[in-house]
């Protein structure tokens, strides 16, 4: 899906409203633990600023109800963090597209930074088709710009309904260059792989992966799988799993992949469990299917660790979503690890290696890959549905 980029916008003298993803990572005092999505933004933030342009920056931060300010969800030391990082002045509006909003614009000067408080303050940004609120926004700027790729699945006000109405108001609206960056890697993965591709599954449900992995078989060479919906496929094929996490309700699917697959579809053939989810419990590993009564299964074991490195390692692009196991508590990292150093290996051979948001992006930032990979994405769902063949409705609304 070809769509003009932030570079192809004139922003001299004029105002640019940013959908960014600030959805950050925060401790309970409030402090930011992890600002990489702020860092990712900074590209297109930058190129506005610099050819003399003004940004107007909107986002969400977790999940508020919509009914107003609360205090937890402020995007006040999103700001803060950001006028660190580009080392500039940045103001916040106490609203979004209100009247806070639209008396800052106006004394915004050239290369100034406003922030508009958190977009799910308002009930019209999940509803969608709040006119006085989309209009609020649009008459802000005088450009729009999607650069919030970990929300471009979603629908909402600020992602749609605003680019649709600047559109009608003669104003330009195209993607930023994190947007433009992910959907490219992403789609080239899957449109154009360099073989072997490999694809890499963890999580919790295969019911959250069904799509994804459906269309992956029909794309890739292989398709591993690892976390706790490894216990799922362990079930359906006749082995005991103690009490690890299993979706009983989904065993005929999982016996239909498997089915299907055939030898694309590779499954754990050890476990690491453990009879408490604690790291000091005690530990075992057992073939798979072979989990004892008491046990659960926390990671894939080291035979598998050492499986899935070897086909890994000889891959020409891999794409990653879920972990191994669970890779917050040593020892139940060791999967994780163990294929996350394949993965660096694979990119060093030349392989586009690409991890998909969400916990396996938290998985190779904490064990210190981030930086040996191709592209570590900031969207979990997104990728996902970008894995399932899926097109985003907030991306074809901007210009082609």
């Not at 922003?11 to 600030?22: A, E, M, Y």
């Not at 799910?120 to 609020?136: H, I, M, Q």
């Not at 260059?177 to 080239?188: G, S």
């Not at 490894?230 to 005991?240: E, P, R, V």
């Amino acid at each position: 899906m070809a769509k003009k980029s932030v570079a192809s916008i004139d922003p001299q003298g004029k105002t640019v409203l940013v959908r960014v993803d600030f959805n950050v990572p925060q401790d309970d005092a409030g402090a930011i633990t992890d600002d990489r999505r702020i860092r990712m933004a900074l590209p297109t933030i930058k190129s506005i600023l610099d050819r003399g342009g003004r940004a107007i920056l909107m986002s969400h931060l977790g999940r508020p109800a919509g009914k107003g300010f609360e205090q937890a969800f402020s995007l006040a030391p999103v700001a803060k963090r950001l006028g660190e990082l580009l080392g500039v002045p940045v103001t916040l509006a106490s609203d979004t597209g209100g009247p806070d909003s639209h008396a800052k614009a106006k004394t915004l000067p050239a290369g100034g930074v406003l922030v508009l408080e958190n977009v799910r303050f308002n009930k019209g940004e999940k509803k969608g088709d709040d006119t006085a609120y989309v209009s609020g926004l649009a008459a802000l700027a005088d450009a729009y710009v999607n650069d919030a790729f970990g929300t471009c699945h979603r629908t909402e006000a600020s992602m749609h309904a605003v680019p649709v109405a600047m559109k009608a108001l003669g104003k330009p609206a195209v993607v930023g260059f994190l947007v433009e960056k992910e959907i490219q890697y992403l789609a080239d993965a899957i449109a154009q792989p360099k073989r072997p591709f490999v694809a890499i599954l963890g999580g919790k449900k295969v019911s959250d992966k069904i799509a994804v992995i459906t269309n992956l078989l029909s794309v890739c060479d292989h398709v591993l799988i690892g976390g706790a919906m490894a216990y799922t496929f362990s079930l359906a094929q006749g082995g005991k799993t103690g009490k690890s996490l299993v979706e009983k309700d989904k065993l005929d699917l999982a016996k239909e992949l498997i089915a299907k697959a055939g030898s694309k579809l590779v499954l754990p053939v050890d476990t690491h469990c453990a009879d408490e989810f604690s790291s000091g419990a005690n530990k075992q590993i057992v073939k798979a299917g072979a989990i004892p009564d008491g046990f659960e299964g926390l990671d894939i074991g080291p035979e598998t660790a050492k499986q899935y490195a070897e086909i890994v390692r000889s891959a020409g692009t891999i794409v990653w979503n879920g972990p191994m196991g669970v890779f917050e508590m040593p020892p139940f990292d060791a999967g994780t690890k163990a294929v996350a150093d394949a993965v660096a290996a694979a990119t060093a051979n030349g392989a586009i290696t690409i991890i998909g948001g969400g916990d396996s992006a938290a998985a190779v930032e904490q064990l210190g890959y981030a930086d040996r990979v191709s592209h570590v994405s900031t969207g979990g769902g997104a990728s996902l549905e970008m894995l399932e063949g899926k097109a985003f409705e907030t991306v074809a609304v901007l210009d082609e």
